[in-house]
């Protein structure tokens, strides 16, 4: 890293991230719910056509064989509403994928608040946030609170797995058929032999999936996630969690507390390409910031921009040797 270069810039508090991120996630698992049940955006399965603000969004086909439109307008149709929202939502998702990474995984993303919430919900049961994992994490946080563990929690574990992958089933469903109906069919036990087919079978298999896959799920099976890391990965200088390596030493008397904090189990201090499902989340800096709020050069992680993501993406050991005497002083982060 080059001496000219402007010191860490102050992160704001991430405290405050981390509660207007769960206001984000919150809110955007609620739309997810309800977006079919109020028309907001799903596919008529009995109409063949898509239904957006409780409006028709049709191609004009129908229209066209049936010579209520002209072969022009139907052109505009498919140009307006078919090839121009698809071009500019992948336009959209590439340009903030390519310079903030997987940002919608952390942040939006319906599947990764349930991972975290069971995260956090078997780590009470077992001391871990996964079943693979070997060792136990330290019970005491970094906010100075203690989570024990009590294998009563798998009461709760089970339940919410379930019962996620019940909800995620029939919110699918409410997205391809009307969702009155399956609705009023699953409470007064009306539904048709295949829905209740898929009901059963894709309960168990997300219940599955939510128990002993989620993260390997997010991190090599997600379609979307994986477009974002690509895109990510492209840019030397999009955002990404920095480490201060000249200040290695200080980790000394922390428990791995980023490492522990991690929901996809990943190792926030290592460089750019060993953290290719990185989302952004943020939890790494807000543990990092915790253990070293009374130091006063401030915390050891921070999220980086520009030039300093350029260096942490192609770092090696000669920036290392580099940063070390180079040290750069950082601004302490002002908690809440």
Same mark, same amino acid.
């Given at each position: 890293? /080059? ?9 704001? /508090? ?55 439109? %002209? ?58 946030? %996964? ?42 469903? %409410? ?47 997600? &379609? ?23 200040? &290695? ?6 428990? /791995? ?51 300093? &993501?350029?260096?942490?993406? /192609? ?22």
């Amino acid at each position: 890293m /080059s001496r000219e270069q402007p010191p860490f810039a102050p992160q704001p /508090s991430t405290v405050r991230v981390q509660r207007l991120r769960r206001v984000a996630q919150f809110g955007f698992f609620l739309f997810f719910v309800f977006a079919p049940l109020l028309d907001l955006f799903r596919f008529d399965m009995p109409s063949h056509h898509f239904l957006v603000l409780g409006m028709p969004w049709t191609l004009g086909i129908d229209d066209f064989m049936a010579h209520r439109i %002209s072969g022009l307008q139907l052109a505009l149709n498919l140009l307006l509403r078919g090839v121009l929202p698809i071009v500019l939502g992948v336009a959209l998702v590439i340009f903030l994928s390519w310079r903030y990474g997987r940002i919608y995984c952390g942040w939006l993303c319906p599947h990764f608040s349930v991972v975290e919430t069971i995260n956090q919900t078997m780590r009470r049961a077992i001391g871990r946030q %996964s079943v693979w994992e070997k060792q136990p994490q330290p019970a005491h946080n970094p906010d100075g609170t203690v989570t024990e563990r009590d294998a009563i929690w798998w009461l709760a574990v089970l339940p919410l797995a379930v019962g996620f992958a019940f909800l995620w089933v029939i919110s699918f469903m %409410s997205y391809v058929w009307p969702p009155l109906p399956i609705w009023h069919g699953l409470f007064h036990g009306g539904l048709p032999r295949f829905q209740q087919i898929i009901l059963i079978v894709g309960t168990f298999l997300f219940s599955m999936e939510f128990l002993f896959a989620r993260h390997l799920f997010c991190r090599f099976a997600c &379609a979307a996630g994986l477009f974002q890391s690509l895109a990510w990965m492209g840019n030397r200088k999009a955002m990404v969690v920095g480490f201060e390596r000249g200040r &290695a030493h200080e980790c000394a008397g922390c428990e /791995s507390e980023c490492d522990n904090a991690c929901p996809m189990r990943l190792k926030p201090r290592n460089v750019k390409r060993m953290m290719f499902s990185c989302v952004q989340c943020g939890q790494c800096l807000n543990a990092c910031a915790h253990v070293h709020k009374d130091n006063p050069d401030g915390s050891l992680l921070h999220w980086v921009h520009e030039d300093r &993501a350029g260096d942490e993406a /192609s770092f090696n050991t000669r920036t290392a040797k580099q940063g070390e005497r180079n040290r750069i002083p950082v601004s302490p982060v002002q908690e809440d």
